[in-house]
């Protein structure tokens, strides 16, 4: 197919703006509705040629695609009504969408709790700006340009050559090409901004949820009543896979001795798997009236007449005692000029 013109200039002068600046997008501010909670803090320079990237729909991969794609996730995956019974439906609720990709987690979020908060990260360019233009609109979004791993700071990341939306900190054969990107740790971006606690995690990484999971340590240690369920999507394909497993045994079995469950396989969705606190989450129960208290009113307004009485009691004998004092003492005075 001959590419037309105005394409063809077009894709030229960001071939221009790359070779002029190293950057990979024109960067541009598109989250500007970002809550101010979770407003990044980080001025370095690395952090700032790496976040707040957006790249427009004309370089991105077709949105047709993802569209569809988020389609198919949402039929096929769901939130149960366990899971939902530990995410509370009001504004305290705060919820991670990590490795969001085309957002179906976060749609699911949307709908079922629209009150609560979502922090979508996504360090793929082509999805985090897809992400932006869809969501933008929705101000208890922000989507992070961020990849979620063990450590914060600079990250290589692998693209895959044959699927657009597929990346992952872990290397799985030798065609994935190697990105440059920006990471933090959960534990990391919840003490940044001031996050005490989150009500749900969502971890699919392509294999690297391990360290997302080692990334939590903190987050979950600092939640001594109530932790956040955790649904992580599980990768075994790969020549990282074994390894992978093993460091993801490890921290499963950190999990369980940290007050978390495996839940019933009826609420596991083929690799996915639902880590749920032993201690549920209960919604705090409404304010009632103390019976006890019916007949308080009377008795707290007979105390205060007492107390008044014994003050004015006080006060007149007091008062009286002073002007017998005077009236003795003026007496002895007279009788003393008197003789």
């Known amino acids: 197919m001959v590419m037309q013109f105005p394409h063809f200039c ?47 729909p004309l370089f991105r991969h077709t949105d047709d695609i993802y569209d569809l794609h988020r389609k198919n996730i949402a039929a096929s995956e769901g939130l149960s009504d366990d899971m939902l019974t530990h995410i509370p439906d009001d504004d305290s609720c705060l919820a991670f969408d990590v490795g969001a990709g085309v957002g179906a987690f976060t749609d699911q979020i949307i709908e079922h709790r629209p009150k609560c908060k979502v922090v979508a990260f996504e360090a793929v ?10 969501l933008q609109n929705n101000p208890n979004v922000v989507v992070v340009d961020q990849a979620v791993a063990d450590h914060s700071g600079s990250q290589i990341m692998y693209r895959s050559a044959n699927d657009k939306m597929a ?45 997302v999971l080692r990334g939590m340590h903190g987050l979950v240690e600092g939640n001594k009543t109530i932790k956040p369920i955790i649904i992580a999507t599980i990768h075994t394909a790969g020549t990282a896979s074994s390894q992978a497993a093993n460091q993801r045994s490890g921290e499963f079995q950190w999990f369980f001795d940290n007050g978390y469950q495996q839940v019933d396989s009826d609420v596991l969705n083929g690799d996915r798997v639902v880590l749920m606190p032993k201690t549920p989450y209960t919604a705090p129960a409404p304010a009632t009236p103390d019976t006890r208290l019916a007949n308080k ?39 003393s000029m008197a003789s």
């Not at 989250?31 to 990044?40: E, G, K, T, Y």
């Not at 690395?46 to 427009?56: E, I, K, N, S």
Request: a positive charge.
């Open 10 to 56: 077009a894709v030229t002068l960001l071939a221009v703006i790359h070779g002029a600046t190293g950057l990979d997008v024109v960067a541009v501010d598109h989250a500007a509705h970002a809550s101010s909670l979770l407003r990044s803090d980080n001025n370095t320079k690395d952090h700032a040629l790496l976040q707040g990237v957006y790249l427009p």
């Open 125 to 134: 360019q082509d999805l985090s700006s897809y992400l932006k233009d869809r």
């Open 167 to 211: 990346s992952s900190i872990e290397k799985d054969d030798k065609f994935m090409k190697p990105e440059k990107v920006s990471s933090t740790t959960l534990t990391d971006y919840c003490l940044s901004k001031r996050i005490t606690k989150v009500s749900a995690i969502r971890v699919d990484v392509s294999g690297g949820e391990w360290r």
């Open 297 to 335: 009113p009377a008795t707290t307004s007979l105390a205060v007449i007492r107390v008044w009485g014994i003050t004015v009691i006080m006060a007149v004998a007091l008062m009286g005692g002073v002007y017998f004092m005077k009236k003795r003492k003026t007496g002895e005075q007279t009788t």
